[in-house]
Nanobody, 121 residues
Framework: QVQLVESGGGLVQPGGSLRLSCAASGSIFSINTMGWYRQAPGKERELVAAITRGGNTNYADSVKGRFTISRDNARNTVYLQMNSLKPDDTAVYYC???????????????WGKGTLVTVSS
């Protein structure tokens, strides 16, 4: 099937930077939209940023100007560059992808297991 594996999370000071990566593997024909969501304790999961295969992007208002999403289609990988991090950015960050599965090309949605980002005070 398809698996999404996130990496790059960790502990960072306020004002610091991190870059998250998410690599998709498995029975992939192509990937349309890829995105990053996050969920903090006691809060609902929210969209952080998304990017289409052609490079169109969408950001949550809270991260505009600080975060940048990009992708490498040849490697089925999406990135999230996070700058000027704030304590409110602390959350588990999840990768999401709309995948056309190999052969039959039906659209399927997949989630990664998540990577923890902690911005210390």
């Amino acid at each position: 099937q398809v698996q999404l594996v996130e990496s790059g999370g960790g502990l960072v000071q306020p004002g610091g930077s991190l870059r998250l990566s998410c690599a998709a593997s498995g029975s992939i024909f192509s990937i349309n939209t890829m995105g990053w969501y996050r969920q903090a304790p006691g809060k609902e999961r929210e969209l952080v940023a998304a990017i289409t295969r052609g490079g169109n992007t969408n950001y949550a208002d809270s991260v505009k100007g600080r975060f940048t999403i990009s992708r490498d289609n040849a490697r089925n990988t999406v990135y999230l560059q996070m700058n000027s991090l704030k304590p409110d950015d602390t959350a588990v960050y999840y990768c999401n992808a709309d995948v056309l599965v190999r052969r039959d090309r039906y659209a399927m949605n997949y989630w990664g297991k998540g990577t923890l980002v902690t911005v210390s005070s």
